[in-house]
């Protein structure tokens, strides 16, 4: 059985983040599914399978981090649609049934990728008791980001204080159902870029993202509506980093970025 390893949200290797991708004919027992994404060890391992002709979906779609299947994920789709393309599995726009309704992926004709998501619906909340603590960082803001991330939304000073966070990782799992993602201004937007985040998300095992496509649908609707634009860049810098094109389309948020396979191999078991 064939398994990849892609570099999503980035155009080079070994930057943005990794996902494992497996093509299959139909979806084998979970426990299979989490033992291989535990033994892949990246953020998410994506597992898809095809459909029947004339159905709303053409692949069927799940993702499973190291410790548990969750319901959305940005850059393990874009991970399997490039997969998709690159081996001539599937050709134009994909669509994908998944645990949060159907999701497309459409190639561009400079290689890249653009999923169409759901909005997350932003409601802003107070900071909780020893949140500041857990993060080393004042929160200016703090929004929920719905049921399908889980997160807390966290906005702080400035992008030197997004780079500098050292948190308790520990002590942030009991703030939110997946984890928290901080963001601020970027500080010279001449860089590419209108924002900076880092997420980190110790709930489903993984201290801190390389890159997420989820988080950007919520970090859309909030940069939009501050800086006027419906067409953002968001730097999400972590130690690999990557970038995230963002449109807001109301309901919908097409998160835009580029994918490398690096690893093209056998799986055994």
Same mark, same amino acid.
């Given at each position: 059985?064939?398994?990849?390893?892609?570099?999503?949200?980035?155009?080079?290797?070994?930057?943005?983040?990794?996902?494992?991708?497996?093509?299959?004919?139909?979806?084998?027992?979970?426990?299979?599914?989490?033992?291989?994404?535990?033994?892949?060890?990246?953020?998410? &391992? %994506?597992?898809?399978? !095809?459909?029947? #002709?004339?159905?709303?979906?053409?692949? $069927? +779609?799940?993702?499973?981090?190291?410790? @548990?299947?969750?319901?959305?994920?940005?850059?393990?789709?874009?991970?399997?649609?490039?997969?998709?393309?690159?081996?001539?599995?599937?050709?134009?726009?994909?669509?994908?049934?998944?645990?949060?309704?159907?999701?497309?992926?459409?190639?561009?004709?400079?290689?890249?990728?653009?999923?169409?998501?759901? &909005? %997350?619906?932003?409601? !802003?909340?107070? #900071?909780?008791?020893?949140?500041?603590? $857990? +993060?080393?960082?004042?929160?200016?803001? @703090?929004?929920?980001?719905?049921?399908?991330?889980?997160?807390?939304?966290?906005?702080?000073?400035?992008?030197?204080?997004?780079?500098?966070?050292?948190?308790?990782?520990?002590?942030?799992?009991?703030?939110?159902?997946?984890?928290?993602?901080?963001?601020?201004?970027?500080?010279?937007?001449?860089?590419?870029?209108?924002?900076?985040?880092?997420?980190?998300?110790?709930?489903?095992?993984?201290?801190?993202?390389?890159?997420?496509?989820?988080?950007?649908?919520?970090?859309?609707?909030?940069?939009?509506?501050?800086?006027?634009?419906?067409?953002?860049?968001?730097?999400?810098?972590?130690?690999?980093?990557?970038?995230?094109?963002?449109?807001?389309?109301?309901?919908?948020?097409?998160?835009?970025?580029?994918?490398?396979?690096?690893?093209?191999?056998?799986?055994?078991?």
């Amino acid at each position: 059985m064939r398994i990849r390893i892609v570099d999503a949200f980035t155009d080079r290797p070994f930057a943005g983040n990794p996902a494992g991708v497996l093509l299959l004919d139909s979806f084998p027992d979970d426990a299979w599914l989490q033992n291989v994404a535990v033994e892949v060890n990246h953020a998410e &391992t %994506a597992f898809t399978h !095809p459909l029947p #002709a004339g159905g709303e979906a053409d692949w $069927a +779609l799940r993702w499973f981090t190291p410790t @548990t299947e969750v319901a959305l994920c940005g850059h393990a789709t874009l991970a399997a649609a490039h997969v998709l393309h690159t081996t001539g599995a599937h050709r134009g726009p994909v669509r994908f049934t998944t645990r949060s309704g159907v999701l497309v992926a459409t190639p561009g004709d400079d290689g890249s990728i653009t999923l169409d998501f759901p &909005t %997350a619906p932003l409601t !802003p909340v107070a #900071a909780p008791n020893g949140v500041a603590e $857990a +993060l080393c960082a004042e929160p200016l803001a @703090t929004f929920d980001t719905g049921p399908n991330t889980g997160d807390l939304l966290i906005e702080v000073a400035d992008e030197r204080t997004v780079l500098g966070l050292t948190p308790d990782h520990k002590a942030l799992a009991r703030y939110s159902k997946r984890g928290i993602i901080t963001t601020a201004r970027a500080e010279d937007p001449s860089r590419g870029y209108d924002f900076v985040s880092r997420c980190f998300f110790p709930n489903v095992g993984i201290d801190e993202d390389p890159v997420t496509g989820s988080a950007h649908t919520a970090l859309a609707p909030f940069w939009s509506e501050r800086l006027g634009r419906t067409t953002l860049t968001g730097l999400q810098a972590s130690p690999r980093s990557g970038l995230v094109r963002t449109e807001l389309r109301g309901e919908h948020t097409l998160l835009t970025g580029h994918a490398v396979t690096v690893v093209d191999g056998e799986l055994l078991a």
